[in-house]
């Protein structure tokens, strides 16, 4: 009797962890470095970031404020990402340190990944951008990674985080 429970509370305990809600685990203060570039021409950059997340549970909105310094800049990063109730599907804004003003994304989150795009015209420099940008929760770990939309073989940023 007592193997039987044993195994029925591994087993919860196991689709518990599989059902956990990426946003929820990405609430806290994170650091992080790694690199990243403007352009997909142009070179990669290293960068150091500081992020605070706060997630409601109630809303089930998660809410990302941050810093990044790369040589010569400090640069805002920020963002709001809205779980839709009873499905994978998430919305929100996000503001790119590239100098893009706040844009809409649309994506999903799931097993520990939460992942959008975004399309916005860069209003410095007049240039389109479109990325992919995709979060990955690991334990204490946290990996933003960004590739290009229209060639997701041309990676624009890697950043690993830590708590």
């Known amino acids: 009797m007592r193997l039987n429970k044993l195994i029925y509370l591994v087993a919860t305990i196991a689709a518990s962890a599989s059902l956990a809600d990426p946003l929820a685990e990405m609430s806290g203060s994170w ?10 021409k142009a070179p990669k950059e290293t960068v150091r970031c500081k992020i605070t997340n ?7 909105i998660l809410t990302l404020e941050g810093r990044c310094i790369v ?10 990402i809205s779980a839709t109730e009873g499905s994978d599907r998430i919305t929100g804004r996000w503001s790119n340190p590239t100098g893009l003003v706040s844009v809409p994304i649309v994506g999903i989150k799931r097993n520990g990944i939460v992942a959008f795009n975004f399309s916005a015209t860069n209003p ?7 990325q992919n940008v ?11 990674r960004s590739s290009n939309r ?14």
């Open 31 to 40: 650091h992080g470095s790694g690199w990243a570039r403007e352009t997909q």
């Open 54 to 60: 706060t997630y409601n549970y109630g809303a089930q």
């Open 71 to 80: 040589p010569g800049r400090r640069l805002k990063i920020s963002g709001i």
């Open 124 to 130: 410095i420099t007049g240039r389109k951008q479109s």
């Open 134 to 144: 995709e979060w990955r929760i690991s334990n204490d770990s946290l990996r933003l």
């Open 150 to 163: 229209v060639d997701p073989t041309i990676m624009m940023s890697d950043i690993s985080f830590g708590r």
